[in-house]
């Protein structure tokens, strides 16, 4: 199917010009629920002990989650005439934050040995729940709002906010870990958000990738 897409020119234009492209925010977002929904499935079949699957997740989690406060939330605070309904939907984002946050190290205490191990399955769930939600509230809310509010080159730094702290090696991982399970007809897309050399790292990354014992 993919053979059948027209390469872009260029990410994040059309032929009417520059425009915001969320897809990459959209492959990090499908990459967390498909790792919340491991998460909860090997909380209550397995021993509760961490994994790499877990360290993927709360690494590119952490990744992800600073990319937005230090650049997605102060781009839409200087938006133009933001508005107080904007200025508050900010403030609730950054909350939101601060409780993954802390669920996620709830879950890690209980998976190294500070916490209960007998309520790993209890927390992994909240946390899904809590991060589901809110992956939801951004989907839903936020992305709508940068067409008009954001400028392609700000979304643009954004996105590389989001790959810029892994390097070129764990970039080829981070892409491994958001193409596992995504739909063919989007990998394309997910790929031409990276350097040409991170795509070529992956290429001898990917097969070990798929093949190791993640949860």
Request: charged share 20%.
């Amino acid at each position: 199917m993919s053979s059948t897409v027209p390469p872009r020119a260029h990410p994040g234009r059309t032929g009417r010009g520059p425009r915001v492209d969320p897809v990459l925010i959209h492959a990090v977002h499908h990459a967390l629920r498909r790792d919340l929904r491991a998460l909860v499935v090997w909380a209550r079949t397995s021993v509760p002990v961490a994994t790499p699957g877990w360290t993927d997740f709360c690494r590119y989690l952490t990744v992800h989650h600073e990319a937005e406060d230090t650049v997605l939330w102060p781009l839409l605070r200087a938006a133009a005439d933001p508005g107080p309904g904007l200025r508050r939907l900010v403030i609730a984002f950054e909350d939101e934050h601060r409780h993954v946050a802390e669920l996620v190290a709830t879950v890690d205490d209980c998976l190294s040995g500070r916490g209960p191990a007998s309520r790993t399955l209890e927390h992994a769930t909240r946390l899904a729940a809590t991060l589901t939600a809110h992956l939801h509230h951004e989907e839903t809310t936020v992305l709508p709002l940068v067409a008009n509010l954001v400028k392609p080159g700000d979304w643009a730094h954004f996105d590389i906010a989001q790959r810029q702290p892994l390097g070129l090696g764990s970039g080829a991982a981070f892409l491994s870990w958001l193409l596992e399970g995504l739909p063919p007809d989007r990998e394309a897309a997910v790929r031409s958000q990276f350097p040409p050399a991170v795509r070529l790292a992956h290429r001898a990354l990917r097969a070990r990738h798929t093949r190791r014992v993640r949860w």
